[in-house]
């Protein structure tokens, strides 16, 4: 149990372009899921909090026109990073949490998208 | 404010010894303390967390930590070293209540050598 899915795992685009990643809870209902960016060889940077239904609560510097966070059910957020440029390119991670399935408040990751920006 | 210190971003150990990766938290409140393992170009894997229960606690693939509220430590140990045990870990704390953000440590790379 406690599933997530990432989508795409690797994507490659022009510098311009917009790109969409999904995140989806397979098998609980997730209350609120993360967004974390990650760059080579270091931890992971929280980039915003959603909960369904609700507006994203973006962390300090994250640009929040840049970082579009919909999280329209309780089983899918998606990422759309706007007008992407090479700066851009990094893994990005989501994770989701079901407090009340998940006292502790266990968050469970995605398999990451690496986002490639040309 | 809640934090946490890896000790050693480089951990090297033969296969069949002793891990000890270590971690160390700050919160003003009673925390719960994770630890996530990362292969390569995946997501992040829960290990095993420390809810406020029993302060020894087992975890996934052999591993298991220690709460010690006096030392405000958190160290993940594995008796015997497997190949297969080569990732990247991460400590993580949050607390009861909160919106379930998790700080994370700065990271260790295990390497196990045959």
């Known amino acids: 149990g406690a599933v997530v899915s990432q989508h795409p795992s690797w994507v490659i685009c022009k510098s311009g372009t917009s790109v969409k990643i999904e995140c989806r809870s397979l098998d609980f209902q997730a209350t609120t899921m993360f967004w974390y960016r990650q760059f080579p060889k270091q931890s992971l940077m929280l980039m915003a909090t959603s909960n369904e239904g609700s507006k994203a609560t973006y962390e300090q510097g994250v640009e929040k026109d840049k970082f579009l966070i919909n999280h329209a059910s309780l089983t899918l957020s998606t990422l759309t990073v706007t007008s992407a440029h090479p700066e851009d390119s990094s893994f990005y991670i989501c994770?989701?949490?079901?407090?009340?399935?998940?006292?502790?408040?266990?968050?469970?990751f995605g398999a990451g998208t690496r986002l490639s920006v040309l | 404010a809640q934090s946490v210190t890896q000790l050693g971003s480089h951990v090297s150990v033969s296969e069949g010894a002793l891990v000890l990766l270590r971690c160390n938290y700050s919160?003003?409140?009673?925390?719960?303390l994770f630890w996530y393992v990362q292969y390569p170009n995946q997501g992040l894997q829960l290990l095993l967390k420390y809810t406020s229960a029993a302060t020894l606690v087992k975890g996934i693939n052999g591993f298991e930590a220690e709460f010690k509220k006096s030392e405000t430590s958190f160290h993940l140990t594995k008796p015997s070293a497997h190949m297969s045990d080569a990732a990247e870990y991460f400590c993580a704390v949050t607390i009861s209540g909160n919106t379930g953000k998790l700080i994370f440590g700065q990271g260790t790379t295990l390497q196990v050598k045959p």
């Open positions: 919160s003003s409140v009673p925390p719960y």
């Open positions: 994770s989701a949490t079901d407090a009340l399935r998940t006292p502790g408040n266990i968050q469970y």
